[in-house]
T-cell receptor, first 114, second 112 residues
Framework: DADVTQTPRNRITKTGKRIMLECSQTKGHDRMYWYRQDPGLGLRLIYYSFDVKDINKGEISDGYSVSRQAQAKFSLSLESAIPNQTALYFC?????????????FGDGTRLSIL | AQSVTQPDIHITVSEGASLELRCNYSYGATPYLFWYVQSPGQGLQLLLKYFSGDTLVQGIKGFEAEFKRSQSSFNLRKPSVHWSDAAEYFCAVGTGRRALTFGSGTRLQVQP
């Protein structure tokens, strides 16, 4: 089983719909992240969470919200989806510590908004 | 603000040839640098990382990277490319928020 699991893997929906992307992890990591990937732009940070009560905006948080339901679960919501939110979304996790711990990525959710 | 530049969008090499993927970063403090690889339909896999110490770091799958502070570069190399190395490669710098700033990626194509 994957250590970082994203559901769904693919989703097609219409403009204005509310969508939730889910991420769960079995790595026991405290830190969780949501990124989106667009062609030619690499990955950009949407939100990140260092623990259940610590949630922070990333560089492109407008139009998105998140919920950290438990240490192992971090969901991303699009309250009213718009076409330019069509992208590949990745969840990542890392352990806490004084140093820098590498991030571990899920396989992504491909989201298309018509 | 930190930034990462990967100047080559697409590179094609022949199988068995050497490879170098370029990465330049801009970051005010000591950088934490990473290379990730993304195969089609999959997430990102960590190839190697540089935190401090020896400026030549070894990674998985036969890759290595060299940190050059004077050039603000962290180029990825492999002596002999295999067809299975075809993928997209991302350079990233770790920020004080413990998040990553990524480059735009380099897509590697390997010719037989």
């Amino acid at each position: 089983d994957a250590d970082v699991t994203q559901t769904p893997r693919n989703r097609i929906t219409k403009t204005g719909k509310r969508i939730m992307l889910e991420c769960s992890q079995t790595k026991g990591h405290d830190r969780m992240y949501w990124y989106r990937q667009d062609p030619g732009l690499g990955l950009r940070l949407i939100y990140y969470s260092f623990d259940v009560k610590d949630i922070n905006k990333g560089e492109i948080s407008d139009g998105y919200s998140v919920s950290r339901q438990a240490q192992a679960k971090f969901s991303l919501s699009l309250e009213s989806a718009i076409p330019n939110q069509t992208a590949l979304y990745f969840c990542a996790t890392s352990s806490s510590g004084a140093g820098w711990e590498p991030q571990h990525f899920g396989d992504g959710t491909r989201l298309s908004i018509l | 603000a930190q930034s990462v530049t990967q100047p080559d969008i697409h590179i094609t090499v022949s199988e068995g040839a050497s490879l170098e993927l370029r990465c330049n970063y801009s970051y005010g403090a000591t950088p934490y640098l990473f290379w990730y690889v993304q195969s089609p339909g999959q997430g990102l896999q960590l190839l190697l990382k540089y935190f401090s110490g020896d400026t030549l770091v070894q990674g998985i799958k036969g890759f290595e990277a060299e940190f050059k502070r004077s050039q603000s570069s962290f180029n990825l190399r492999k002596p002999s490319v295999h067809w299975s190395d075809a993928a997209e490669y991302f350079c990233a710098v770790g920020t004080g928020r413990r998040a990553l700033t990524f480059g735009s990626g380099t897509r590697l194509q390997v010719q037989p």
